[in-house]
């Protein structure tokens, strides 16, 4: 009953170091998502990926990649991290096509970029 | 430009009374509407939600009314109780496309404490 898993929980980058964010679903959904959450900004799309073998970006790609690994796994990656995009990261998956019933969400990583 | 508006940072409520959330939007291809509950260090869950072809659901506790014509929804919680202190966040989605998928667009939240 794990739902959606994210590791590591928290991480601090020095700028210009490289880190990927991991994110694994186990209820079999076919899309998976990347979000941030900053204060008084709510939580805005990075990049997402309808099916195995799709990714698209969303509000705010710039400085990240994807890599939609199988069915399961989301990972996104900071390249070469930047002070602005400290901030708490969420994955979430949903059954497609339709994702009525909105997003199980992952519990976040910190991620403090220094 | 913020097409989904939550416009009161925090709401505070004594334990026992409604608590009334309120959000706008500005994008009219919205089709569903969702409200999301967050606790601190922990992801968003899902509260309830709406199609546009309703006006209201109702959920135990939790009502969800929605005035298209004036592209405003709320969240009523009757009674409110203290472990319904948390981060309330309004979503929105429009249908996509076949083969692609729904993204959600969310407000900014508004952190609900109910006191006792």
């Known amino acids: 009953n794990a739902g959606v898993t994210q590791t590591p929980k928290f991480q601090v980058l020095k700028t210009g170091q490289s880190m990927t964010l991991q994110c694994a679903q186990d209820?079999?959904?076919?899309?998976m998502y990347w979000y941030r959450q900053d204060p008084g900004m709510g939580l805005r799309l990075i990049y997402y990926?309808?099916?195995?073998?799709?990714?698209d970006k969303g509000e705010v790609p710039n400085g990240y990649n994807v890599s939609r690994l199988n069915k399961r796994e989301f990972s996104l990656r900071l390249e070469s991290a930047a002070p602005s995009q400290t901030s708490v990261y969420f994955c979430?998956?949903?059954?497609?096509?339709?994702?009525?019933?909105?997003?199980?969400f992952g519990s976040g990583t910190r991620l403090t970029v220094v | 430009d913020q097409q989904v508006k939550q416009n009161s940072p925090s709401l505070s409520v004594q334990e026992g009374r409604i608590s009334i959330l309120n959000c706008d939007y500005t994008n009219s291809m919205f089709d569903y509407f969702l409200w999301y509950k967050k606790y601190p260090a922990e992801g968003p869950t899902f509260l309830i939600s709406i199609s546009s072809i309703k006006d209201k659901n109702e959920d135990g506790r939790f009502t969800v009314f929605l005035n298209k014509s004036a592209k405003h929804l709320s969240l009523h919680i009757v009674p409110s109780q203290p472990g319904d202190s948390a981060v309330y966040f309004c979503?929105?989605?429009?249908?996509?496309?076949?083969?692609?998928?729904?993204?959600?667009?969310f407000g900014s939240g508004t952190q609900l404490t109910v006191l006792p």
């Open positions: 979503a929105a989605s429009a249908a996509v496309s076949s083969g692609s998928a729904r993204q959600l667009t």
């Open positions: 990926s309808a099916s195995e073998g799709t990714t």
């Open positions: 979430a998956s949903s059954e497609a096509p339709s994702g009525v019933y909105g997003y199980t």
């Open positions: 209820m079999n959904h076919n899309s």
